[in-house]
């Protein structure tokens, strides 16, 4: 199966994303910092089993492709990176979904499953934070 590669509106910005496989378990690829879908997930893309799984890998608002807008870091950074997330998988038709994500994907997708448990099946995460200290703000910010 091809990957396919497109934009659609979701909350008033064009959020780019990749999609792959015609399985019935949809699953959602969240990159961490500064990534995208394609540099972060490159390999999953490609080799994820496409009979069992529907793969999508976004740029999240402000990353890869999905600039304009450039990337900010309001208060609320995290969950409007959720938001944008939930709200793509149901622009894109899926009724439930599983989450994986690194880094800062990981921090987004535990605040999506926290916010929208019925619509998520599975939530896979690794190197997420526990907590966004004053220090990472600032770190944010400088970037």
Same mark, same amino acid.
């Given at each position: 199966?091809s990957?396919t590669?497109?934009k &659609?509106?979701v909350?008033g *910005? #064009?959020? #780019?994303y990749?999609k792959?496989g015609e399985?019935? #378990?949809? /699953?959602? %690829?969240l990159?961490?910092? %500064?990534?995208s879908?394609?540099t972060?997930?490159? =390999?999953?893309? +490609?080799?994820m089993? +496409?009979?069992l799984?529907t793969i /999508?890998?976004?740029? =999240?608002?402000g990353y890869?492709?999905? &600039?304009p807008?450039?990337? !900010?870091?309001?208060? !609320?950074f995290?969950?409007?990176?959720?938001?944008d997330? *939930? !709200?793509?998988?149901?622009?894109l038709?899926?009724k439930?979904?599983?989450?994986?994500g690194?880094?800062?994907?990981?921090i987004?997708?535990?605040i999506?499953?926290? +916010?929208?448990?019925? %619509? &998520? #099946?599975?939530? *896979?995460v690794?190197?997420?934070?526990a907590? /966004?200290?004053?220090?990472? /703000?600032r &770190?944010y910010?400088?970037m």
């Amino acid at each position: 199966t091809s990957i396919t590669s497109a934009k &659609i509106q979701v909350n008033g *910005v #064009h959020l #780019h994303y990749q999609k792959t496989g015609e399985g019935s #378990h949809a /699953v959602l %690829l969240l990159p961490g910092m %500064l990534g995208s879908g394609q540099t972060d997930f490159g =390999p999953q893309l +490609k080799s994820m089993s +496409k009979q069992l799984f529907t793969i /999508v890998a976004w740029d =999240p608002r402000g990353y890869g492709q999905s &600039i304009p807008p450039s990337r !900010d870091f309001p208060p !609320d950074f995290f969950e409007r990176d959720a938001k944008d997330a *939930v !709200d793509l998988m149901q622009a894109l038709k899926f009724k439930k979904f599983s989450l994986l994500g690194w880094s800062d994907g990981g921090i987004t997708a535990l605040i999506a499953a926290a +916010k929208y448990p019925t %619509l &998520i #099946h599975k939530l *896979v995460v690794w190197g997420a934070n526990a907590s /966004v200290t004053q220090e990472d /703000v600032r &770190i944010y910010n400088g970037m």
